[in-house]
Nanobody, 125 residues
Framework: QVQLVETGGGLVQAGGSLRLSCAAS????????MGWFRQAPGKERHFVAA????????YYADSVKGRFTISRDNAKKTMSLRMNSLRPEDTAVYYC??????????????????WGQGTQVTVST
């Protein structure tokens, strides 16, 4: 089992920055591919970013590419999402997720077995 806890959400003005963190416990973190997803009010959950278990590969949704940076620290069992140049359309609940099977469909929800409870990010105009 893997438990995931997100922190770092909050209210920020457009153009500002936030850093989300995801702390993991349980199963060996260094073997897990990790991802961030988000869900805006009234909308489906969508892929934001993912990082391979080694940290050697990262992937981003087109909407956040160049503004968001995903990283991980396997020794500390944490993953982060640095979000710059935030826009009102980035407003959503952000979830971290873990994939225990080293899947290749990193942007698909079904690839991830473990999910955190989410943290709210609100970007004001």
């Amino acid at each position: 089992q893997v438990q995931l806890v997100e922190t770092g959400g909050g209210l920020v003005q457009a153009g500002g920055s936030l850093r989300l963190s995801c702390a993991a416990s349980g199963r060996t973190f260094s073997t897990l591919n990790m991802g961030w997803f988000r869900q805006a009010p009234g909308k489906e959950r969508h892929f934001v970013a993912a990082i391979a278990w080694s940290g050697g590969s990262t992937y981003y949704a087109d909407s956040v590419k160049g503004r968001f940076t995903i990283s991980r620290d396997n020794a500390k069992k944490t993953m982060s999402l640095r979000m710059n140049s935030l826009r009102p359309e980035d407003t959503a609940v952000y979830y971290c997720a873990a994939d225990r099977n080293d899947g290749t469909h990193y942007s698909a929800e079904y690839e991830y077995e473990y999910w955190g409870q989410g943290t709210q990010v609100t970007v004001s105009t």
